[in-house]
Structure formats: structure tokens, C-alpha cells
């Protein structure tokens, strides 16, 4: 693959070479590089030919589209978010107290509010509520912001919208934030096993309503944000269903806590201290003997409580009847993954901003370089963008299934939605860490924001099940289905060819789907334990690579939505860059495997430094695609005095979303 011909920074240091096989990168010429600009690097501090900034701007907007309209809607789902926290109220205030910092995301949430047209439809809209994470997640603070929307939206107004409206139920006071929604499932002595919950709803016979109660103090309801900060609050509590003393199952019941006064009379609110970059206020509540109406039992297929006092359920299952319950918890991923992914490429974009701007000695005396011009610097970035573009594709794909699921499926894209939260986050955690490294200690600054990233990173870790937990669960479901299958007619065995290089990765899926069914197989006997023990880590292993290997067909998918040849180049050379990244580990497994010759491990080191080579000039292009609002960088410190950027680019956009 030749060399792009179009810049978006500084010209690359060495020549193109147009006498290299196809499908493979020329390598950087060091004796070109010294001839024509002295030693390396020299020649970044140059600014591009006009031309090539036009084109550079041509390309950057059409991996715009390709990361935000393939399907059309960027203008309905992305716009009216990306304008919002554009506004100054979302800049960075240096002097609030904890205490205020998290009042604030309840004032940011009304400002949501205040945009939609209809909060049931934001409800009801995965592409729209995971946008909403996206864009809210990259503002200073905003993962107190996401953190309220995610619970109120989809846990909480979510699960009402999911279940029998029968009898109606009035949603207008939680709609309007009359009163605030929350959403109240894990316990303190039950995280990961919340199937196993002790709140108890009692059924009351005499008066046909339930009797909510926390039986000990293990079973308090443990991080839901419940004090009276934001005003009015309500919630779906998750509690064991006991009719006669059968224990029926987990359901949710729709409960009033507070109002402006302070809790309820049976609720016990007590705070827990504060997180400084999810500024939210989680608390421990508990229920001493609260009486509740019959009419709070969200009820649907999977229960509904008859005039006779018995229960009637399609699922005799009672772990299957709480996941039906919680059910919000799945589209609770994807938004998990949206703001992972938001908070990743905003890192990214401010880490490149300031390599373009921060100028070390260069090699000559008097001269001056961008850091980005050295190679230790930008391959870091370079592989953390190719793997961020990996992550919003695979993340616009599984959106997608999950919004036009069907009962068929249903699990098979829930386990992809587990795995790909978990994928996501972990990777967004090592993203958002290197870019707060590549900034130095300007990057330790809160005013500008990648300090904050890799805490909030953290939350979406754990929210909506552990990661560890959701990818083993997930893991030995994948033992029961095939790995992926290879592309028929990948084209020539090259490094540079990246359909050749995704079938080299789904043949590590392969090798480690065997590992483990050749360990479950001759695991101890009659220890199901030890056996799953000597299983997991090539499961997990498996899974791992199950998840790339779908995140590089998006990518491969992606290359046929796009005409203009600059883009599909430069987009074709970053897929190659993520497949060679996520191989690397691997090529010991490939080898023993003879699925590649000792020359391509040979070969390896050098076509990334290659493809590296080739990408530099277009690292700021490729950030650019990202489409942060000059607004929210300009206001950075680190890079408030910088150049020029290309044009907000959306005129015309709807400033509110069109949902009805």
C-alpha cells in the first residue's frame, strides 16, 4: 500500500517508495530523511502546502461520517449533544466544593432534560441514550452527569416503560424532574451475586399492598445516589417477592424515598463519600417495615400478581425472572461502553492537540520540534486511535443489533453486548491513561480534564456488571458455539494485508477455544470447579480474541461505506495498525500453529514501525474526525493558545433531538 499523498500536519520525514510489492508499506528511509531535512524530525515544525491541508480537511470529514452517520442519523443523534456541551456551564469550574460538584450534575441533568422533545423516547432510543453518554462523558465532571442520566433515563424511567402499564401509571412527574428516578439493585453483602439479594417485599394479605424491608444491615442497598441533592427522589427497588412466605422471586417495586424535606418515614439514607470525577451522591439506604401500594409491583411476562393473591409467570425460573427484571441492565452496558469510548477519543484528541503544540530541542541547535514528531511519542497515540475507531464501530454495530433484536437473538447479542462492554472499558482505561502520560504534568491538571478520564474509566468498569465477572460468564457461554470463521479469499499473505491479518487473529480464537475444551476435558474428575479452574484462562482468552476479531470486521465493514480514496487508504492502513497491535501477543501461538513462517515474526517489528511511519503525518486527522467542539477545546489550558482548527462543521444541525 503506497503512501498517502495528503497531509494533516507536517509532510512525513522520508520519500514514498513506489517499489515495494502491494499491499505493503514502504519503510522510513533514514539516508532519504537526513538528505532532505537533516535528521528526523526536523522537517514536523513545517507547515503543510495549502493544498494538503484542504485535502486533509476533505478526509477528516469523511471519517467524521464513517464514526457518526453511517445509518444517517448523525444530525438526530449526535448533534443536539455535541451542541449542548458546547455551552459555557459545562467548562471547567475550579473552585466548587464536592458538595457543589455534584449538585451540579443534577443542574446538567435538567439541562438534558430541557433539550429533548420527549424523555420516553430518549428512554426508548438505545442510539440516543448511548449518545447522550458519549458526548456528556468528556466534560469536566461529566461522569456525575452520565452517571444521573444513565440511572434516571434507562435504569429507572426504563424499566417503568419495560413493564405492564396496567393499571396507566403517571410517568409526567419523572419526565418533567418533578422527581429525580433511581435505581436501587446491589446490596453490601451482594455485588456480583445480586441474584441473591435479601430486601424482602412482603405481600400483605390484609391490604393487598407489600411491605418493603432490609433484614439486616448487609442488605442495605449499597452506591445508589438517594439523598435529597437534585430534590425529589423515587426509585426501582430490586426485592425478594415473598407471597405466604415463598420466596417468588426477585421483582422490582417503584418507591417513593424523599421529598424536599428528606427521606420518607421507613427509609434510613445514609451518605457515602463523595468521587471526584463522578461527582454523584451515592449513599446506603434501607427500608424498616415501608408499606407500599399493590400498584408499585412492576409486573410483566415474567410475573404478574393475580386478585387471588397468586403469582403467574411464563419463566418458572426465578434467576430467569430477576434478569427479566433488570433487564435495563443490557442497554446499561452500552451506555457504559458510549461513555468509555467518548471520554477515550476526547483524551486522544487533546493528547495529539498538545504534541502539535509542545516543542522539545530538536536534533539541530536553535531548532525547535513538536514532540509528535518523535517516534516514541506518536506510535503510542497511533495505536491508541486505532484502536478508539475499533471501539466506536464495534460500538455503532452492536447498538444497532440490540435496537432491532428479536427474541431469537436476544442472548446471543446480550453475551456480544457483555463482552464488548468489558473490551471496551479495559481498553478505554489503557487509552485514556497514555494520553494523560503523553501531556506530562499538564495532564495532572483538573482544568484539563485527562486526569479525570481514567477515574470515571474505572466506574464503567464495574457499573452494570464487573467486568471479570460478565466476560467469564460470557466465556464459557462461548464454549458451546463455534469461534468466528476465516474470510474466504483473503488475498496474498502480507503484514499489510489486513484481511489476511484478521483471519491470523480469528485462528488465536480457534487455538484458544481448544485449549479450553482439551482442559475441561481432561480437567479433575468430579470437580467442577478445579475443571472450570484449568478452563478459564484460555476461555477468557478466547473470549478476549472473539471480541477483536468482531471489532476488526467492523473495521473491514467500514472500508466498503466510503469512495473517497484518501479516506479508504488511510483508513485501510490504521485497520492494519490495530491488527498488528492486537497479533503481536499471539505470534508464538501462530507460529507453533503454522499459520505464519518464522519470517513474519521477523518481519513484524519493522511493517509496524513502517505503517507507523506512514500514519504520523495523518495523526491529527485522524483526531480531527472526532469532531470535539472547538468550544470544549479551546478552553483547555494546555491547548487554549493553539492553532487553528477546521470549522464546527454542523451548521444547520437540529438543536434538539426529533424524537416525539
Known sequence: MALLAFHSGERPTGPHRADHAPGQVSPPDPA???????????????????????RAAATARELTRLLFDQDG???????????????????????????????????????????????????ADPALLTALHEWAAIVDGGGGLTTVASIHYNLFLGSLLDHDNSPPRDLAEFTALQRTGTFLCTEVDHGNDAPALETTAHLDPETGGFILHTPHPGAAKFMPNTSTLGGPKSAVVAARLLIDGRDQGVFLFLTPLTDHNGP???ITITPLPLRPNAPVDHCLTSFDHLPLPRQALLQGEHGRLNPDNTLTSVLGNRRKRFLTSIARVTAGKLCMSAAAIGASRAALAIAVQYGNQRH????????????????????????????????TLLHRSLTAQWSRRTADDRDHVERLIALTKAWITWQARTITLEARERCGAQGLLPANHLAGFPEYVEGTITAEGDNLLITTKAAAELLHH??????????????????????????????????????????????????????????????????????????LATLAHTSHQPTHQLLT?????????????????????????????????????????????????????????????????????????????????PSRPAVV
Open 73 to 123: 442519523e448523525r444530525e438526530r443523534v449526535h448533534a443536539p449533544w455535541r451542541r449542548l456541551i458546547a455551552q459555557d456551564t459545562f467548562r471547567h469550574q475550579p473552585d466548587l466544593t464536592p458538595e457543589q460538584r455534584a449538585a451540579q450534575s443534577y443542574a446538567w441533568l435538567r439541562l438534558v432534560n430541557d433539550t429533548l422533545g420527549d424523555p420516553e423516547a430518549l428512554a
Open 573 to 653: 492502513e490504521l485497520t492494519t495498525l490495530f491488527l498488528l497491535t492486537h497479533l503481536a501477543p499471539h505470534t508464538g501461538t501462530l507460529l507453533a500453529d503454522d499459520h505464519i513462517a518464522p519470517h513474519h515474526v521477523h518481519q513484524l517489528p519493522a511493517t509496524i514501525d513502517a505503517l507507523t511511519h506512514s500514519l504520523q503525518p495523518h495523526l491529527t486527522t485522524l483526531t480531527d474526525a472526532f469532531d470535539l467542539p472547538p468550544q470544549y477545546l479551546d478552553a483547555l489550558p494546555l491547548i487554549r493558545n493553539g492553532g487553528s482548527r477546521r470549522s464546527d462543521g454542523d451548521e444547520g444541525m
Open 32 to 54: 532519504g530523511d537526513a538528505a532532505a531535512h537533516g535528521p528526523i524530525g526536523d522537517a514536523a515544525a513545517h507547515s503543510p502546502p495549502p493544498d494538503d491541508s484542504v
Open 482 to 555: 463455534p469461534p468466528a470463521a476465516p474470510i474466504a479469499d483473503p488475498g496474498p499473505p502480507h503484514l499489510t494485508n489486513p484481511r489476511y491479518l484478521r483471519n491470523l487473529l480469528a485462528h488465536t480464537e480457534h487455538a484458544f477455544h481448544a485449549q479450553a475444551h482439551s482442559a475441561l476435558r481432561h480437567g479433575p474428575a468430579h470437580d467442577p470447579q478445579a475443571r472450570w479452574n484449568t478452563a478459564s484462562t484460555p476461555a477468557l482468552q478466547r473470549a478476549h480474541a472473539h471480541t477483536t476479531v468482531r471489532a476488526a470486521d467492523t473495521l
Open 360 to 391: 522539545v530541542s530538536g536534533s539541530r541547535p536553535g531548532r525547535r520540534i513538536p514532540i509528535n514528531t518523535h517516534r516514541t511519542h506518536h506510535s503510542r497515540l497511533l495505536e491508541a486511535v486505532a484502536t478508539a475507531y475499533a471501539m
Open 264 to 266: 420518607l418515614p421507613h
